[in-house]
């Protein structure tokens, strides 16, 4: 159900948003990023997580949801807060193998990982001419998982994200 819970948030990641994000302060990137203009990045929050999101990214926040979608649809990111009982990095590999099978994702991609001292696991892999990740980072054990989707011109921004990934 969760995993049901997680595509669904990332396909409405790329459907029309109702309203423009906050103004956030602007950061400027100190990055190579491969694209050819220097994106500048908002600082975004949900749920006591904080991250670099492009800037002119329209959002919608709910309860244990975020979706976030780039003006032109060539980014989108979705962000699902589960209470998983003592959640750890083992049941975080077991969640994006699940993803990925179900996303029809490469399982042999799925790897653990550690974002700015958070334990987890993560998947990339391509669908439909996009770049899509998938994550699971835990914390304090509970979950967030991530679904970042990019065209292939702006998969640096989803590594910005994960970069940027942090509690507050």
Not at 48 to 61: A, K, Y
Not at 66 to 95: C, E, I, N, P, W
Request: net charge positive.
């Amino acid at each position: 159900m969760k995993r049901t819970l997680t595509i669904i948030a990332a396909t409405l990641a790329f459907t029309t948003f109702a309203s423009q994000p906050e103004s956030p302060a602007t950061i400027p990137v100190e990055n190579n990023l491969s694209t050819q203009d220097r994106t500048h990045f908002t600082l975004a929050e949900f749920d006591g997580f904080r991250f670099d999101l492009p800037e002119g990214c329209l959002t919608e926040t709910g309860r244990n949801t975020f979706m976030a979608k780039y003006s032109d649809g060539s980014f989108g990111v979705s962000m699902m807060r589960t209470d998983a009982k003592a959640s750890d990095q083992k049941r975080a590999t077991a969640v994006v193998q699940g993803l990925a099978k179900t996303m029809h994702l490469p399982l042999s991609s799925v790897r653990q990982t550690t974002v700015n001292g958070m334990k987890g696991a993560i998947v990339t892999g391509d669908m439909e001419g996009k770049q899509v990740t998938a994550a699971v980072i835990v914390h304090k054990g509970r979950e967030l998982q991530i679904v970042a989707m990019s065209d292939p011109l702006h998969t640096d921004w989803t590594r910005q994200l994960f970069k940027t990934l942090d509690r507050k």
